[in-house]
């Protein structure tokens, strides 16, 4: 069972920034690709970006594109998503995502075999 941990969630004005961080237990990062998936209330969960597992390679949601930087620490053990110029549409609960492939294949949700619990992100006006 990977264990997955979000962290970085809260409160953002629209335009403003927030960075998520994601870490695992009981297992190594490096060999997997990792990405963020989120889901707004009453819609469906929404691939947002992936990350190689070796840090060569990103795949990016035409949603986030420019606005969102993923970026890993195999050192740490440490996924991030720098969120910036956050937009009230961008509320939702963001989650970090595993896949047991080294490279991304993509971003969709599908794609990824294991989840964290999750951690909600508002955006206000």
Not at 4 to 14: H, K, P, R, T, W
Not at 95 to 100: E, F, H, S
Not at 107 to 116: H, K, L, Q, R, V
Request: hydrophobic share 30%; aromatic share 12%.
């Amino acid at each position: 069972q990977l264990n997955l941990v979000e962290s970085g969630g809260g409160l953002a004005q629209s335009g403003g920034s927030l960075r998520l961080s994601c870490t695992a237990s009981r297992f190594t990062f490096r060999y997997y690709a990792i990405g963020w998936v989120r889901q707004a209330p009453g819609k469906e969960h929404e691939g947002l970006v992936c990350i190689n597992a070796d840090d060569d390679g990103t795949r990016y949601a035409d949603s986030v594109k420019g606005r969102f930087t993923i970026s890993r620490d195999n050192t740490k053990n440490m996924v991030y998503l720098q969120m910036d110029n956050l937009r009230p549409e961008d509320t939702a609960v963001y989650y970090c995502a595993a896949d047991v492939r080294s490279s991304c294949s993509g971003y969709e949700a599908s794609g990824f075999d294991y989840w964290g619990q999750g951690t909600q992100v508002t955006v206000s006006s």
